[in-house]
């Protein structure tokens, strides 16, 4: 059959792209693998091959969501014609296809780059790239080989998905006019609707291709047996990946602070920890290749953990698209049908990687004498060592739903009847990642001080006089304003403060502003700020909404404060008024005035307007409002609203009013605190012989309370030729009327207008707020091991 | 002693103590019965909302209470002092941590899966045409 209006020339052409990279890629991934310039130059075209295919099939991708082509499923679920222009990246990598695409992009840049300065090491290096590359591809494939299927392609129409195979709707040839469904596409969820979502995911994703990098230099040594020449071309790239990496995750923080109402930028969430755990374990390869350049003798564990880095982005991978993080994650995932695909992927690299680490471990070189307590090389080689486990750590906490899977009661060898589950994941991660923390930073502090081979005794300590002094005494003034004793924390504090000053000390005092130490110091100065500012944030945070109205016998006060309109309430060493709500699009902000008191009298001192999305996706999200100070944050997020317009919620003596819905058995939830069931339908229509003379019906309705009583109202609609009449029903007690307005045609179904009397109530919200000290160091240290990592990458390439 | 064994000794020692608070923190999804059976302790319970039954929420005492069914079958009612999450009605699965009294199961944290919100939306209506 022959389809009106469709663009199959972009099916065509997007399919076709799909396939040559992805056999361009297995060339490549083949040729690079064979010996001999003849068969590296043509790895070489076929890599640049596979990657101008993916670019072009990448613009398409965009060309048709950009001209919307609604008979494409991607288009018709991403795109929508409102979509405003600057959100069409945000919708390209919204979906799964999308967000492949994204990350093979990265990875085909990046091979792009190799190809040219991997010199002696392109034939293995790139190598890995295409062979990494055409997994990728391949789920993108939407190859069919019997009942088994190979990726889903961003290029197949709606018509052409498995669930809409022979339903009537496809037999038409003008399906695309005739269907009112594609005129216009379901859009982007409106909660990816900011620029978080332009600029997170392409970072973090660049940062997930990047660990490849590290990982085909280690690859390449072990094909080649050569655990020298390659050194320096992966410090620079695994310091490049330590940076973007952990600007991706810092900005994934930022973005659930800012814009979500999850309550802080880090909430241990399985999302979160397999995107942290490949940035320390690559963080410790960095540290270990230094060693490696500088003295040598680490050659396996180096390897061991560059490859690691690499193998953990596969398996978050697989955690976070398999579905089988569904119940512990608040990113609702759901299985995409990839799964085993995803599987092959991980278990080729791992089994493929490792194995070859180990069968070359024996002609590994090996250290030739101990490293001295008093080197660098042997504490630096510690902390790689904390990095790993705290890494492992974490990656063992959030596989729980791996290990249920696995030996489960319903799992492939069942080893335990109940699946196992994380009661308290924050307190959990917490308790175990903070003493790991402090290792770190000390570690940190020290090391500048430390020589490669053997440091001074008395030099390392007369060194640090002044940081000693100066770390004590801001760390007791710290801890004394914030009232902040727990003796770990303390401690946390001391050794990120130790770190940060220690590192400024050694920088401006001992290497005299040296440029060569400069990035180590910097990213150095800019993680122990970090650490310090979620520190002091998270344990001072301090919840300053409190509901004194009630506060029932049974529970204590709570952490949400309840405002009337105009009423203007304590909240903390803040007063607060509601003054009103206003809609903006999808938005609805509710305005709050913050008052100190200053004299007796209330000083206005800032506005503050959290809202809600009126999200009909995802259903309705709150967004917080924060006023940063310089030491601290005040965030605040509408807990509880009644999401009805102002206008709507004042109108004459009966107000909300409100459409319902129902068939007979079915029950809807009203006002909040209302069931309202439909029982039965009630129908008189006496029979003339010109059909029925009048029609009567009437909806018996049961109406139960909070409390548990029930009332059962009987609201009538009348019709007498084109004369309708109603008579309504209302329970006085709870000041409600109902309204038997008609029959909804289309859905055969009665429609009952509620109302509400005016004075049945008074408009409030309950809203959250609380205070986040000293936020800032937490941002600041962000852009400065961002700003460090830059230095060191740049004056690493310029030495070399 | 060499300096990797130390290095290897310590990372043994913060395994072992890592497995050690795993264990203490660690705890398996039960049902409304085990709950019960083991009243007060915290635990991790996999049910569904039973919309035939009421479902209140008083924003004075910020209190909302509904009935979970659990996979069982068992139902009992649940009491959340946190403001009522949105769109509740339409979970599919509600994931709640917290402990069982002898009136009601006492939840301090809910996570709501909703998968078919977003198949709904992505439904071709073939009823609807263009007239």
Redesign the interface.
Known sequence: MHYVGEHLWAAELGRGLTAFSFIFSVLAAIAYYLKGDEWKKLGRLAFRLHATTLFGLIGLLFFIMANHYFEFDYVW?HTSLDLPPRYLFSAFWEGQEGSFLLWMFWNAVLGFILTFTAGKFEGPVVGVFAAVQAFLVSMILGVYIGEMHIGYSPFIL?REMSE?IG???TQFQDYL?????FADG?GLNPLLQNYWMTIHPPTLFLGFASTLVPFSYAIAGLLRNDYKSWINSALVWSFFSVGILGVGILMGGAWAYEALSFGGFWAWDPVENTSLVPWLVMAGGAHLLLIQKNKGGVVPSTLFLLILSFLLVLYSTFLTRSGIL???S?H?F?DLGLSGQLLIYLLFFTIGSLGLLLWRYKSLPK?EK????DSRE?WM??GA??LL?SGL?IT??TS?PVFNQLFGPEGLISL?E???????PI??YN??QVPFALIIVLLIGAGQFLSYHKTSKSQFFKRQILTFIATTLLSILSCWVLDMWNPMYVGLLWASYYAAIGNLEFWFRWARGNWNVAGSTVAHLGFALIIAGSLVSNANKDIISQ?K??I?EE?PA?E?L?IHQGDTVELGEYWVCWTGQTEEGIYLNYELEFFEEKDGELAKVFDLSPRIQLN???????EPSTRHFINRDIYTHV??ADMRSMEEQSSEEWKNQFDIELAKGE?H?LY??Y?VKLDTLVVEAPNTTDGPEYIVLGAGLSV???Q?STYKIMPIYAVQGDEAQHVDAEIKELGLKFSFDRINYETNKPVIIASEHKEAEEP?I?IKAEVFPWINLLWLGSILMALGTVIAVVTRIRRS | M???QI?II??IA??IG?TL??LG??????NFEQATEKMGE???V?GYLN??E??????????FSFTAKDKKGNQTRVIY????P??F??SE?I?M?GYATDTAFIATDI?M???S??NE??E???D???K
């Open positions: 679920k709606v809409n339903l009537p709707w006019t005739r269907f009112p469904n379901s569904g119940d512990s608040v609702a759901v250290k101990e490293d001295g307590m042997f080689f510690i060592l904390v486990i750590q063992l906490s729980y335990y109940e699946n196992k589950v994380l009661i308290d307190a959990h308790a175990i509901n109205t009630f029932h529970f709570n949400n309840l009909e996706r995802m259903g309705n999200v709150a807990t509880y029950s939830f909040g605190k069931q139960t309370t909070m548990d409030f309950l | 060499k300096n990797s290095a310590i990372a913060v395994l890592y608070v795993r923190n660690s705890s398996t999804y039960s915290k635990t991790t996999i919309l035939e009421s479902m209140d929420f008083n924003p004075k005492t910020v209190q002092n946190q403001p009522k949105q769109d009605e339409r699965e994931t941590t996570l899966k909703c998968p919100k977003y939306q992505n071709i209506d073939s609807k045409i263009y």
